[in-house]
């Protein structure tokens, strides 16, 4: 890694499900890490009482216990980036200490956002709370670069969720529309499907906007779901994992699903179950964030990779969990119950995701062998799921 | 008037250029008319000095003055929306007394946003209060609607700005796609050019997904830069005109191009000047919104008109002031000067503007007697003009 040897990498939204893997794989491959957080998570899931289903050490001791292994330094920040006297000390870099160094980040990878639609349609509050901190957070985000490193690559986390499901393929990033004659390129049209996608896309034209007026370089990773627990970098150590969580406001589906049938209830599918969506393994995704810093941006470039690597519907997910529960001995059942959210259930659904394989991602399939292999890692976990967080509790009306 | 008698309409953002004249409008017409605001505009004038042209009293005493010439009442509250407490006391409706009586209002015409371009690029402080305010705002009125009334109808002042000089015709809110043989109708995309215009894109994503989500009814008013000062229920008494800007914060073009001429400067024309926008006259703004009051979105209707009459080049708006000008023997000279904005000088414009006109619009239109009598009545408060308001300040990069 030449050129990784000598960049500095600053991670919003460190301590999260992909924020803690993304530092632990950069320092890994020889980037200078920071990793920020402000803890909202660990915070919201006491707050909700939706514990993760491992324990893990905050990032100050998972940092130091990462160094301690490996002799690899993550940089640790404590702070909220919402405050922009905090961002600025981070970008100043003297917060990190000297190994760090002074001065900005070559690039920054943006997490640090409310990232759970369910959280976002609790009420008035969490409403305001999540378009406070991802539009906010995010506009700091771009004044902390243009003041101190207008060429610093924002590598942002978004979703597939944003462009909803319209009834034509969706591009990656633009849609050349012609109309009465004349042509012009948009940013493909968003209709996202609940409060917090809507931020995202929000988020999306914010930083859209801001290339084109102060030629800043933004990638924008329209993710789908993600789904997986062990990363390399976790080294078998459980104190490194990731937060995992598997109930219905910050755990994705097929998570969700694999706590479900490790603790011996029915999957639950939400109404018809023939939502299509684009999934990732969390290896991947890390791969895709790496390949993007690797690659950054252009000056004046807002860049977008739709980051999936297979389209399943919910009922073919769920059909995977019961096949992985049977080479395991275990009986799984499938349940269908009320749609808590509004979203079509059966649909149109070709999303182009060319960008990050042509930039060379080498994917991870959801195999047989590899639901088996996650299932029966959750299984070690089977007498810490709450029953609580089985069955939708947040309704979208 | 029949149904107005009956109606109560809730004006947020009822004390600026044009929410207070749309109050006294709106009463006169026999509507029941509340009005709320945060004097953040007021506020911020002091903060830049940018002091508006005529000293109006506030709010609180402008109604006082009112009713007491007219015997309408126009219904007072002085807060701020993005306090959530504080809007449902609004919807409430007890902290207007016992003539606006208890309960929610049947429409809301919503102008409690952060209205000036180059305030909003001010610095990041500006940015995050210009984010806050106007999406927080909104999230907040849609959470009232639906906790108290959800057939109440949201009137919100959108933008012809949000969307940008695509090189198609703009149409009237949303956009049908033909892509790869298959259809799809959009949203219009948005392309804003500047932060303020940007969260006004967003907050009419905002709206049209909570009509998607909640069966709201919406209609958005993508507005042209309004110009003129008096409206017919000032009744010739100063103390009930409209805050008349003429800087280049809060200024629209036309009305600093007066202000310019009476105060013997060259018009600042930003660059070529062949930037094309729709432009309107503060009366038939008055009569648009009462038009969409009166005829309402349907439930889980998003509804968008193009509010603006006529389209013009920065040139020909100079043009007709250098002609008022002749007319008043007023010497006017042009000036262009370096554009502070980041924007196409010269560029396709062609947006559809037929809904307003289908409800009965009849437009005023800016004519050489038009632009006389506004540059005689501006001629008034020459010695007035703040010179330091004069040239612009604030550039966007």
């Not at 006491?46 to 993550?74: C, F, G, K, W």
């Not at 409310?114 to 709370?129: L, V």
């Not at 590899?370 to 299932?375: C, D, E, K, R």
Request: hydrophobic content about 40%; some cysteine; proline content about 5%.
């Amino acid at each position: 890694m030449a050129q990784g040897a000598a960049k500095k990498v600053l991670i919003l939204g460190g301590d999260g499900y992909l924020g803690w893997p993304t530092a632990m794989h950069l320092a890994k491959l020889g980037y200078k890490v920071a990793a920020v957080d402000n803890y909202f998570r660990r915070w919201a899931c006491h707050q909700l009482n939706v514990e993760p289903l491992v324990d893990v050490p905050n990032m100050q001791i998972r940092a130091e216990l990462y160094e301690s292994i490996t002799d690899q330094t993550i940089h640790i920040a404590v702070g909220d980036i919402t405050n922009y006297e905090f961002l600025r000390k981070v970008f100043e870099g003297r917060i990190f200490g000297e190994q760090w160094g002074e001065g900005p980040p070559d690039a920054v990878v943006h997490y640090a956002e409310q990232p759970s639609a369910p959280y976002s349609m609790i009420d008035q509050e969490k409403a305001a709370f999540t378009l406070t901190n991802n539009l906010v957070g995010t506009a700091n985000l771009v004044h902390a670069v243009k003041e101190y490193e207008p060429a610093c690559h924002i590598v942002k986390l978004g979703t597939m969720g944003v462009y909803g499901t319209p009834n034509i393929d969706i591009e990656e990033g633009y849609l050349d529309v012609e109309h009465k004659g004349r042509k012009h390129t948009f940013l493909f049209p968003k209709c996202p499907g609940s409060l917090y996608h809507l931020t995202k896309a929000q988020d999306a034209d914010l930083l859209y906007f801001y290339v084109r007026i102060w030629d800043i370089r933004v990638t924008d990773l329209n993710q789908g779901p993600v789904y997986g627990i062990e990363t390399e970098e976790a080294l078998h150590e459980e104190r490194l994992l990731t937060i995992f969580n598997y109930d219905d406001v910050f755990g994705t589906v097929f998570n969700r699903f694999l706590a479900q049938a490790a603790a011996g209830f029915p999957l639950t599918v939400y109404g018809k179950g023939e939502q299509i969506r684009g999934y990732i393994n969390i290896k991947d995704t890390l791969a895709c964030v790496e390949l993007s810093v690797r690659n950054p941006a252009d000056r004046g470039q807002y860049r977008v990779f739709n980051q999936f690597v297979e389209t399943f519907t919910v009922n073919e997910l769920a059909e995977k969990v019961v096949q992985a529960g049977k080479n395991l001995d275990i009986d799984v059942e499938i349940k269908s119950i009320p749609n808590p959210r509004r979203e079509a259930e059966e649909h149109y659904y070709n999303p182009t995701h060319t960008g990050l394989l042509e930039l060379g991602l080498e994917p991870h399939y959801l195999t047989e062998e590899v639901a088996t292999g996650m299932l029966s890692f959750v299984m070690n976990y089977k007498g810490k799921i709450q029953q609580g967080c089985i069955l939708p509790k947040i309704s979208w009306t």
